[in-house]
């Protein structure tokens, strides 16, 4: 069952502190780099004493802060913007489908900073390599990264935002899009079900602890990775194909998604750390 909508009082709590903090210079998308920060630091965690001090060595700010900083670059690194998502096209099922394009993409960048961080190129290439490797993982488990070209990975796929969902997510807009749902909107919206209704907290997290149980042996190729997200994409309940769409997001479709998102996420982080140990691990 979905929160009811007559919980206004707490909805109006909440999407006041939310426009307090919106409110606040350089916080608009504090959301997004709040999951990829989220990664990172538990990747970070699960890293032995000796691979975690190789991490910390190489970098000049802390880990999660770095793994935000290609998203940062993307103004003045232009030619980097292709380096976050792999196109993908209707009808697809897997990454193997795809060709490499000539201006990068999630995939072949991952595969190239692997090349650069164990290599014995300069600290500061090794630095970036670091930090894009830390960006990376968690773009590949966002399945809207290996989403369709022809809609710019969900982009331009609008759904309405009803006033309700504006206030208790602390939106301004009226319409949203698939991709910024699934980057952040899902997300925020476990938050607040975490503050607001302990009872669908709690469903959230068993379906995401059955979920992340059943990845008893996590892949560390990325080409699973890709194939994972576009498989999700291929769910006719995420109304990304085009015989399903919705026109009006809902605080179901919300809850419904928000295991999923979870255990993306910590799919990223073990992934993460697991990648990070064979690569700056002893031998």
Known sequence: MPISHRSTHRAAIFSGALTLVMLIPGVARAWWDTDHKTICEEALSQLTPDVRASVVELLDRPFPEACVWA?????TRP??????????FPGVETIEQ???????????ALKQQIKVLTS???KQQRREALMWIGHLVGDLHQPFHVAYAEDLGGNRVYLTLPPYLQRLLGEQRDRVNMHAIWD?????YVGYVGAQDPEAAARIREASNAASDRQTQPSLNPNDWANESIA????PAV??????RLAVLSEEYLLAHAPT???RKRLASRRLALLLTALLGPP
């Open 239 to 244: 109304a990304y194909l085009k015989s399903h």
């Open 232 to 235: 999700i994409l291929n769910t």
């Open 79 to 88: 030619e980097t913007r292709p380096w976050h998502y792999r196109n993908t």
């Open 120 to 122: 014995p190129a300069p």
């Open 71 to 75: 998203d940062n670059i993307k103004r």
């Open 98 to 108: 795809t060709t490499d394009p000539e201006d990068g993409d999630a995939l072949s």
């Open 184 to 188: 952040g909107l899902i997300s925020r």
């Open 261 to 263: 998102v979870i255990t």
